[in-house]
């Protein structure tokens, strides 16, 4: 497995958990989203908004998350995302996994986490 290909997995295997855990706080939308994780993660991390949808559309469907169109003056209609009971039920879950799956990592491959 060539660095690419791992961390498309890694990111692949993150991704619930980074869009639940930014529409925790408050609304958002798909290009937001995609926006807040490129900068928080100072760009290691980057996710075209499109490629979002789909997953924005599953965690809907599922009632993870609850979308809703929101239209401001001068700007085109935008759906924004908030988490539901069952989506903060779920990122709560997720943080314990991957707070276990990276300091198993750490044990196995000597490597300090911050």
Same mark, same amino acid.
């Given at each position: 497995?060539?660095?690419?290909?791992?961390?498309? #997995?890694?990111?692949?295997?993150?991704? #619930?958990?980074?869009?639940?855990?930014?529409? #925790?706080?408050?609304?958002?939308?798909?290009? %937001?989203? $995609?926006?807040?994780?490129?900068?928080?993660?100072?760009? @290691?991390?980057?996710?075209?908004?499109?490629? &979002?949808?789909?997953?924005?559309?599953?965690? #809907?469907?599922?009632? &993870?998350? %609850?979308?809703?169109?929101? %239209?401001?003056?001068?700007?085109?209609?935008?759906?924004?995302?908030?988490?539901? &009971? @069952?989506?903060?039920?779920?990122?709560?879950?997720?943080?314990?996994?991957?707070?276990?799956?990276?300091? @198993?990592?750490?044990?196995?491959?000597?490597? $300090?986490?911050?």
């Amino acid at each position: 497995m060539t660095d690419t290909t791992a961390n498309r #997995e890694w990111k692949k295997g993150s991704t #619930e958990l980074l869009v639940l855990s930014l529409v #925790e706080g408050r609304p958002r939308h798909g290009y %937001e989203i $995609a926006k807040l994780i490129q900068a928080r993660s100072q760009g @290691a991390l980057r996710f075209h908004a499109a490629s &979002l949808y789909p997953l924005l559309y599953r965690l #809907e469907r599922k009632g &993870l998350i %609850e979308g809703r169109w929101v %239209e401001k003056a001068g700007q085109r209609r935008r759906r924004c995302y908030t988490l539901t &009971l @069952a989506g903060r039920n779920r990122l709560a879950e997720q943080r314990r996994g991957w707070r276990a799956f990276i300091r @198993a990592v750490g044990r196995v491959a000597r490597v $300090a986490h911050a």
